[in-house]
């Protein structure tokens, strides 16, 4: 008699997280938070590096 070998819920839950569409959301869920951090910071020293950026490509006023 053979049985049937049924994933379990452990596989199940890998199989989901590492699927492409849940990969490529987490990426610009992650992406998106780290340039929103960035852009928006007013600590000085993020604030200094994207200040250009922040001022030519949004037209953000930060003074």
């Known amino acids: 008699m ?3 070998s049924r994933p379990s ?3 199940k839950t890998a199989n989901v997280t590492l699927s ?3 990969q490529v959301t987490i990426y610009m ?3 998106s938070l ?3 951090t960035v852009l928006f910071s007013t600590y000085p020293a ?3 590096a994207a200040h250009s950026a ?3 490509t949004l037209g953000v006023a930060c003074h």
Request: glycine fraction near 0%; hydrophobic fraction near 50%; charged fraction near 10%.
């Open 54 to 56: 922040r001022h030519h």
């Open 29 to 31: 869920l992650l992406s």
């Open 46 to 48: 993020a604030h200094n």
């Open 34 to 36: 780290v340039i929103w």
């Open 2 to 4: 053979t049985t049937l």
């Open 20 to 22: 492409k569409p849940v």
């Open 9 to 11: 819920v452990l596989q």
